[in-house]
């Protein structure tokens, strides 16, 4: 049972270009979360997910930030207009039910 | 403002000592609280999950236990080894905000060999 696959893991965009990252939960979870890391700074919640539904969205910024769960595919985090301010990592979760949270390996996004 | 606080933030202890990470939350609503450990430019790894009705886990040389009443979790680690060296973050699942998990700063461990 392959674990929570996250991709890129590293990604690279200049100031202005839309970032997108993917996240592919564990077999049999429904439940998505996204984190960030800033440098020097916790982990804070995003966003949590289900398939085609959004429960949970106050730590997302209210603008450029966007996530998805389609019926098929992976979670999606996008973020539009990238500023240097959203240079962090950012960690996909996954559980089958509303308790143990598995966690990807992240994706370090920097903006140039 | 619903926090989670850990002691101490940074750690070195010689090898084969016994060592206790402490986690403070300020709501005592709590659904579950759980251990990871991160290493450098790496993901999270969860270590022990203590759900609300539960008052300790045991994994290999790793103890958790959870007192909701105080408002504190504490991780024991048993025989530290230089491979337990990383950062470790506990996470409060609380009522109050649904199922998202309310981090810690971490406590950034070093065991010296």
């Known amino acids: 049972n392959a674990g929570v696959m996250q991709n890129p893991r590293h990604l690279v965009r200049r100031r202005g270009q839309e970032a997108r990252l993917r996240c592919s939960p564990m077999k049999g979870h429904s439940h998505v979360y996204w984190y960030r890391q800033l440098p020097e700074e916790g982990l804070k919640f995003m966003v949590y997910?289900?398939?085609?539904?959004?429960?949970?969205e106050s730590g997302m910024p209210k603008e450029r930030f966007s996530a998805e769960f389609p019926k098929e595919g992976p979670s999606i985090l996008r973020i539009q207009q990238v500023v240097r301010g959203d240079s962090a990592a950012y960690f996909c979760?996954?559980?089958?039910?509303?308790?143990?949270?598995?966690f990807g390996p992240g994706t370090r996004l920097t903006v140039t | 403002k619903q926090e989670v606080t850990q002691i101490p933030a940074a750690l070195s202890v010689p090898e084969g000592e016994n060592l206790v990470l402490n986690c403070s939350f300020t709501d005592s609503a709590i659904y579950n609280l759980q251990w990871f450990r991160q290493d450098p430019g790496k993901g999270l790894t969860s270590l022990l999950l203590?759900?609300?009705?539960?008052r300790e886990q045991t994994s290999g040389r790793l103890n958790a236990s959870l007192d909701k009443s105080s408002g504190r979790s504490t991780l024991y680690i048993a025989a530290s080894q230089p491979g337990d060296s990383a950062t470790y973050l506990c996470?409060?699942?609380?009522?109050?905000?649904?199922?998202?998990?309310?981090f810690g700063a971490g406590t950034i461990l070093r065991v010296k060999s």
């Open positions: 979760a996954s559980s089958g039910t509303a308790y143990e949270q598995y």
């Open positions: 203590i759900q609300s009705s539960q």
């Open positions: 997910l289900q398939k085609e539904n959004i429960i949970d």
């Open positions: 996470a409060a699942e609380l009522m109050e905000y649904g199922n998202k998990l309310v």
